[in-house]
């Protein structure tokens, strides 16, 4: 009897040791430093204390005191989350008065030009560069929407017989359409689809080319589709750039960073592209509306019945 007690005793203690490490275990991490205190600031109109809704290109202060209770504080770390990143972005500042070791005020600037929530935490550093704490405080901002994103859209090569090939692509609508189509809605279409081909005499084979170009350019490229009576979008492009999948996904975030990005570099004043469009290429184009935008080449690719098409994803300003 008295062996069987101490073996349920020896289980009782051991269920304990258990729930208590499960317990610690689940503990929030926050409040393991309870010696920081992280106070953000509303006394400005363009502070943010929790959350704040902006449009595109508002600018946003985070005004804020960090108190240290027992230890000394060496750097002040900014840092951001947003969009798809896995991995926050973070920015350091030492902090090299002695007198505000223990106390630290300060002002962070910031220009939204990213559609979305943008979350941002501010915490010190230790002089051995280890975090102190911040109570698990941040702050959101949003960006209203500024752009409109169309993916993987088809656009293929025109046909002759049938001439049902979705060809043509309207930026306002983000839809294709085909010659047979595409007169009664001509007013809405910005570019379309041609290829042409040349023969390799050395390899003895069809080599195709691929392009865009604004129903507007003389002569018309596609002269087999006679759209003399159509309306006509004086949509203008810039020669398209290849490995453009980074600046597509990442930079091309909001409708001033369309802009900029479309403005940067060479001028947006061809009526169609002529260096033979492949995957990857970026395109930065202006409608006829006054609106920048880009359109990406995801791929160049054939159906199931063996149809040729780009694939393409469009940006464009609201």
Same mark, same amino acid.
């Given at each position: 009897m008295k062996r069987k007690n101490i073996l349920l005793l020896y289980i009782s203690v051991i269920a304990m040791l258990i729930a208590t490490s499960c317990k610690k275990e689940s /503990? !929030? $991490?926050? @409040?393991?430093?309870?010696d920081v205190s992280v106070?953000?600031?509303g006394d400005d109109p363009l502070s943010v204390t929790d959350y704040k809704l902006v449009n595109d290109g508002d600018v946003v202060y985070i005004d804020y005191t960090i108190t240290s209770a027992k230890e000394d504080m060496y750097y002040i770390v900014v840092e951001k989350s947003e969009?798809? &990143? #896995? /991995?926050?972005q973070r920015t350091s500042t030492s902090i090299t008065d002695e007198t505000k070791r223990r106390e630290y005020s300060g002002r962070v600037t910031l220009t939204m030009l990213r559609d979305g929530k943008t979350s941002y935490r501010i915490y010190p550093m230790n002089k051995k560069n280890y975090y102190m704490g911040d109570g698990g405080k941040s702050v959101t901002i949003e960006v209203r929407p500024s752009y409109i994103h169309y993916p993987n859209r088809r656009l293929y090569t025109p046909d002759t017989a049938t001439r049902v090939a979705p060809c043509y692509f309207s930026i306002q609508r983000g839809e294709?359409? +085909? %010659?047979?189509s595409g007169k009664e809605n001509s007013a809405d279409i910005d570019f379309g689809l041609y290829r042409t081909w040349t023969i390799n005499t050395t390899t003895n084979t069809v080599e195709? &080319? %691929? !392009?865009? %170009?604004? *129903?507007n350019v003389t002569p018309n490229p596609l002269g087999v589709y006679d759209i003399s009576t159509w309306q006509k979008k004086a949509t203008l492009f810039k020669s398209p750039a290849s490995g453009g999948l980074t600046i597509f996904n990442t930079t091309l975030v909001s409708a001033k960073s369309i802009e900029t990005a479309a403005k940067a570099g +060479?001028? $947006?004043n061809l009526k169609q592209? #002529?260096? @033979? *469009?492949a995957?990857? @290429? *970026?395109?930065?184009f202006l409608t006829a509306e006054g609106k920048y935008g880009a359109i990406y080449i995801n791929s160049l690719t054939k159906d199931l019945e063996e149809k040729p098409y780009l694939d393409i994803s469009v940006k464009v300003q609201k």
């Open positions: /503990e !929030n $991490i926050f @409040n393991m430093f309870t106070t953000f600031h969009g798809s &990143r #896995t /991995e926050p294709v359409f +085909s %010659y047979t195709y &080319r %691929y !392009n865009i %170009y604004a *129903l +060479s001028a $947006i592209t #002529t260096t @033979n *469009l995957s990857g @290429n *970026l395109i930065y």
